[in-house]
């Protein structure tokens, strides 16, 4: 069983809809991250977690410690949204392990 | 923003010959870097941690003599795959963790293609 799983796989949506990707993970953290890589293959950190709910834009990522579980949330989604997210912990020793990534296909 | 810059973004070699990747932190300093590599439609693996002024850390199954990790500044590392070959082609990224705030920040990557 991989350490962080992510739900789902793949996903697409129509052009407005509000999406939420999901990540589950099995070992302790001191940090989430929300990546999101374009087809060019370059990463973006969207975001950063430790606890509770961050926003940015039509961006929110949310995190419950107990739980180990965050997900990410797009509000009135775009086609330039489409990328695959990664979800990403931090581990103690500051090293990084990755989800498989959701795909995300936003149609106009 | 805090930036890292890869180099170089793609790179097409000769089996047996060596390909040097190059990661710069460009207004920070970063302690730490790490080296990833992505094959394609999966996700990153890590690779290494590169610490300055000391040894990387490989993690299990790579061979830290085929991927030589320096990390001789704050803000350079390099990964050099030594005596490349068709299996090594795939997608290296790097990142720095800006230690004070504990952020990641990624390098654009690098596509290696080995013939």
């Known amino acids: 069983k991989n350490e962080v799983e992510q739900s789902p796989q793949n996903l697409t949506a129509q052009e407005g809809e509000f999406i939420t990707i999901n990540c589950s993970y099995s070992?302790?953290?001191?940090?989430l991250h929300w990546l999101q890589q374009h087809p060019g293959g370059g990463i973006v950190s969207l975001f950063m977690?430790?606890?509770g709910k961050k926003k940015h834009g039509r961006l929110i990522a949310t995190i419950n410690i107990q739980e180990k579980h965050s997900s990410l949330h797009i509000t009135a989604s775009h086609p330039r949204d489409s990328a695959v997210y990664i979800c990403?912990?931090?581990?103690?020793?500051?090293?990084?392990?990755f989800g498989a990534g959701t795909r995300l296909t936003v149609k106009p | 923003g805090a930036v890292v810059s890869q180099h170089p973004s793609r790179v097409i070699c000769k089996s047996g010959t060596s390909v040097k990747i190059e990661c710069r932190s460009l207004d920070f300093q970063a302690t730490t870097m790490f080296w990833y590599r992505q094959f394609p439609k999966q996700s990153l693996m890590l690779m290494a941690t590169?610490?300055?002024?000391?040894?990387?850390?490989?993690e299990q199954g790579v061979e830290k003599d085929k991927f030589l990790i320096n990390h001789a500044s704050l803000t350079l590392s390099t990964l050099t795959v030594t005596s490349a070959h068709p299996e090594d082609s795939s997608f290296y990224i790097c990142s720095a963790n800006t230690g004070s705030k504990n952020i990641q920040y990624f390098g654009a990557g690098t596509r290696l293609s080995v013939l």
């Open positions: 590169s610490n300055e002024g000391s040894k990387a850390t490989y």
């Open positions: 977690l430790s606890s």
């Open positions: 990403a912990v931090r581990g103690g020793n500051n090293d990084m392990r």
């Open positions: 070992v302790g953290i001191s940090a």
